[in-house]
């Protein structure tokens, strides 16, 4: 039985379930985006400190990518550009300042 405090229910992340095409918005923090398709990340949008994940519920990869005037940094490295999320992977995407992201996570390359 999930808790709650006057901010809502604890421990609950909150699903954003989407099947064609996407690009991230503001009110997606906090959020997973389940996707069978690809995500687009487009920092004017976005703000430093907003994190959001995202799951491939498919049994193909997806592209997550990097927008225009975006930098999305391969957390562990200076790589930058899309990434691909295999099959079932879950990555976790957060903004560091303006328009610069880090990405990791598991079936992430």
């Known amino acids: 039985f ?6 809502g ?4 992340i909150p699903v954003n379930t989407q099947s064609s095409s996407y690009q991230i918005v503001t ?15 487009n920092g004017a949008v976005l703000y430093a400190n907003f ?8 049994s193909a990869n ?4 990097s927008g225009s005037g975006v930098t ?7 790589n ?3 990434r691909t999320l295999a099959q079932r992977g879950v990555a976790t995407l957060i903004c560091v300042s ?3 992201f880090v990405i990791s996570g598991s079936g992430l390359t």
Do not use: E, W
């Open 9 to 12: 229910t604890l421990r609950d």
């Open 80 to 82: 930058t550009g899309n």
């Open 27 to 41: 009110t997606d923090a906090g959020k997973i985006i389940s996707t069978t398709s690809g995500v687009t990340v």
């Open 51 to 58: 994190a959001t994940s995202i799951y491939n519920n498919s």
């Open 72 to 78: 999305m940094y391969y957390a562990g490295t200076a």
């Open 2 to 7: 999930p808790s709650h405090d006057r901010a």
């Open 98 to 100: 303006s328009n610069t």
């Open 62 to 65: 997806v592209t997550i990518t």
